[in-house]
T-cell receptor, first 111, second 117 residues
Framework: KQEVTQIPAALSVPEGENLVLNCSFTDSAIYNLQWFRQDPGKGLTSLLLIQSSQREQTSGRLNASLDKSSGRSTLYIAASQPGDSATYLCAVAGGSYIPTFGRGTSLIVHP | NAGVMQNPRHLVRRRGQEARLRCSPM?????VYWYRQLPEEGLKFMVYLQKENIIDESGMPKERFSAEFPKEGPSILRIQQVVRGDSAAYFC???????????????FGPGTRLTVL
């Protein structure tokens, strides 16, 4: 059974910092890994999706990497802004193609 | 092109009542997934449906919970005889194609927050 862990659970940083969110998973036989953003009381917005054959994906100030052999992914956010404040979820899909979610990292970027 | 719609956004029920949650997928999508998010926990998969078929219900409790996705109309997640432990946010996602295919990207709705008194 796939288990997904996200560290840290919460993070508070001043505006402008570069930061790294971590996701680890126990079963390396994955189909893809996806990073989502969830704002309070809202649904999930997909940020980046990495297929199992890929090592990283980039979108604007976001970069996600995948190391299947070590069961790790990182989400790098450059030059953080207050608008980045949200909960970031990592989801790993395996052979059933149904994603298993971590509990998320709650990020606050203060001005 | 409207996104995934869920209604109601908030639902309050007393113990023992029934809760019906609706999900209208994105236009052109025929695959629907339901997830539950309990307080302080991650999203947990419940059920995956295609029009008129349940593809995977491995995450759905065996009792009191049922889901359908009829040929016409929204997908319905039904919870009978609700208990306090059912209080959670229920999210629906839809995709154009079969899970594992090239068009399986899931798009999430805003969720329904169920409170059981």
């Amino acid at each position: 059974k796939q288990e997904v862990t996200q560290i840290p659970a919460a993070l508070s940083v001043p505006e402008g910092e570069n930061l790294v969110l971590n996701c680890s998973f126990t079963d390396s036989a994955i189909y893809n890994l996806q990073w989502f953003r969830q704002d309070p009381g809202k649904g999930l917005t997909s940020l980046l999706l990495i297929q199992s054959s890929q090592r990283e994906q980039t979108s604007g100030r976001l970069n996600a990497s995948l190391d299947k052999s070590s069961g790790r992914s990182t989400l790098y956010i450059a030059a953080s802004q207050p608008g980045d404040s949200a909960t970031y979820l990592c989801a790993v899909a395996g052979g059933s193609y149904i994603p298993t979610f971590g509990r998320g990292t709650s990020l606050i970027v203060h001005p | 092109n409207a996104g995934v719609m869920q209604n109601p956004r908030h639902l309050v029920r007393r113990r023992g009542q029934e809760a019906r949650l609706r999900c209208s997928p994105m236009k052109g999508h025929s695959h629907v997934y339901w997830y539950r998010q309990l307080p302080e926990e991650g999203l947990k998969f419940m059920v995956y449906l295609q029009k008129e078929n349940i593809i995977d219900e491995s995450g759905m409790p065996k009792e009191r919970f049922s889901a359908e996705f009829p040929k016409e109309g929204p997908s319905i997640l039904r919870i009978q005889q609700v208990v306090r432990g059912d209080s959670a946010a229920y999210f629906c996602a839809s995709s154009a194609g079969l899970a594992g295919g090239s068009t399986d990207t899931q798009y999430f709705g805003p969720g329904t927050r169920l409170t059981v008194l």
